[in-house]
């Protein structure tokens, strides 16, 4: 019979840094690790977001915490965020993991919390789709099992986090680590991440989707020409 005295296990965070206790300090801080950001591994992400939406693949968003919310938003930023004015135009299929709470709870009922984004996926991810977990700790093993199952399935993984990265480098093709040990500020600092990505994305759609039209109308008019 289950002892439901005894607590559940959690996952053990790192250790942070020193307690900042002002405001300059905090900021000061925060401006230090932006100068660090992993620029170039930043944009294979967004290679890698960028080609999933030419291919017509999907994207799959999930996290816990803070980094639910940031699945939801990063989400929904990608998916109509992108969409170009033409309401017939290809969208980028972007989809948090963490939004239907019927289903989470269903499957941690059932089997785990930790296969809850596992098994999700396992319902809809195929080969050439991209599943993007994002942990601060690096540790969380719903997340890690959830781009495992993705990567068996032929997907590319992506991973979000912070301090050295934890296990979460082992599982993504393409990891990127928020280097600090301060983990308010490893959480602001992925909201930018998502942000920039979604940003430079959304240009290069609507920069691709221009010369498309461009070189389109040019098409016609040199067709007009020989006639």
């Not at 900042?20 to 100068?35: E, L």
């Not at 969208?91 to 785990?112: F, G, Q, V, Y």
Request: hydrophobic share 45%; charged share 20%.
């Amino acid at each position: 019979m289950t002892n439901l005295a005894v607590a559940p296990s959690m996952v053990r965070r790192p250790e942070s840094e020193e307690p900042i206790a002002d405001f300059a300090s905090y900021f000061a801080k925060s401006t230090a690790v932006v100068r660090k950001l992993p620029i170039a591994t930043i944009e294979r992400v967004a290679d890698a977001l960028y080609r999933a939406y030419e291919a017509g693949r999907s994207v799959f968003l999930f996290g816990n915490g803070g980094s639910a919310g940031l699945a939801s938003h990063f989400a929904c930023d990608l998916a109509k965020g992108t969409a170009l004015p033409d309401r017939f135009a290809k969208r980028l299929r972007a989809l948090s993991l963490a939004d239907n709470l019927a289903l989470i709870t269903a499957w941690a009922n059932d089997t785990s919390y930790e296969h809850v984004f596992a098994e999700q996926l396992r319902n809809f991810v195929q080969a050439g789709d991209v599943a993007f977990g994002i942990s601060a700790s690096g540790r969380s093993r719903n997340v890690l099992l959830g781009l495992h199952a993705a990567r068996e399935a032929g997907a590319a993984t992506i991973g979000l986090s912070g301090f050295e990265g934890g296990k979460l480098p082992e599982v993504c093709d393409v990891c990127i680590v928020v280097p600090s040990n301060n983990m308010q500020i490893i959480e602001d600092l992925h909201l930018a991440v998502t942000h920039s990505l979604f940003t430079v994305v959304r240009n290069r759609i609507h920069q691709a989707a221009k010369t498309r039209v461009g070189r389109g109308g040019a098409e016609a008019v040199a067709a007009l020409q020989t006639r």
